[in-house]
């Protein structure tokens, strides 16, 4: 196995510490603050030497490239971008402090995702439609190393998909600004220029992610371990499930735990690391 460290800066102490912990056969430099352990072994340490250096790690297969996948699926909110769009919305209603206290836990795994994001809507019935666009124009903004990841994705000849728990008015646009193949959300419905508080069509919800991701793998022939899904909340973990590689970004500890790669210092970007 091959262990790969990066962050915002990798200190060649730390680096050296690591190679003689896993007895690592050589280290090659991937990228600047990006480096490859080969033939590394496993050590119960490392977790613990990356953490107090502030380091993002992960084992992965020797000759395991980003060609080898096809499908690369990711969760919205909290992951691709900086926010919880519905939190944002519940700001302008003046409902914040208990929509996103309803998020927090959601995303935690302590509450049914489906009659969360009802209980959420509902909140939001009356507020102009308008203050969609305040939310996407002033307060979204993409987390780092995305622009980056989807333009390699896209060069690479994956397909790219955005499933989101969130709400069609943001993904449709990301995937204008993005490129991205497939979106799918939740449409929040509307009448006479306010949200009624209710949801229009199916749910997006955890299994419907793991649902489209499993549905593209299979319509471009593909195996499980050929596709990516990035995610960061309890509702992602069905659809991580489904996935080769499973990356955890500045998640929740429910799904850090299943993920194969977990990056908390580094930008999505770090993603192209991993694979390098």
């Not at 084992?59 to 080898?68: E, I």
């Amino acid at each position: 196995m091959n262990l790969v460290v990066q962050g915002t800066r990798v200190d060649p102490a730390t680096l050296r510490a690591l190679a003689a912990l896993t007895e690592a056969g050589a280290t090659e430099e991937i990228a600047p603050n990006a480096w490859r352990l080969t033939d590394a072994r496993a050590h119960a340490e490392v977790e613990a030497l990356c953490a107090r250096a502030a380091l993002d790690f992960a084992w992965v297969p020797a000759g395991r490239r980003l060609a080898d996948f096809g499908l690369f699926v990711t969760d919205m909110d909290s992951t691709l971008i900086n926010i919880e769009c519905i939190d944002e919305i519940a700001d302008l209603h003046g409902v914040k402090t208990e929509v996103a206290a309803i998020t927090e836990a959601a995303m935690r795994g302590e509450l049914d995702f489906r009659a969360s994001l009802a209980r959420r809507v509902a909140l939001l019935a009356g507020l102009p439609v308008d203050a969609l666009e305040r939310v996407y124009a002033e307060r979204l903004r993409l987390n780092p190393g995305a622009e980056r990841l989807l333009r390699e994705l896209k060069n690479a000849g994956l397909r790219t998909i955005l499933v989101s728990g969130g709400f069609t008015y943001f993904t449709d646009r990301l995937k204008t600004r993005l490129g991205f193949d497939e979106t799918w959300a939740n449409e929040l419905e509307v009448a006479n220029g306010r949200l009624t508080g209710r949801i229009a069509g199916p749910i997006i919800d955890a299994a419907a992610k793991a649902a489209h991701l499993t549905h593209a793998r299979d319509a471009l022939g593909l195996r499980a371990g050929q596709t990516i899904a990035v995610g960061d909340g309890a509702n992602d973990l069905p659809m991580l499930r489904e996935a080769g590689f499973g990356v955890a970004y500045r998640a929740k500890p429910v799904l850090r735990e299943m993920a194969d790669c977990r990056l908390d210092h580094s930008g999505l970007d770090g993603i192209l690391n991993v694979l390098a």
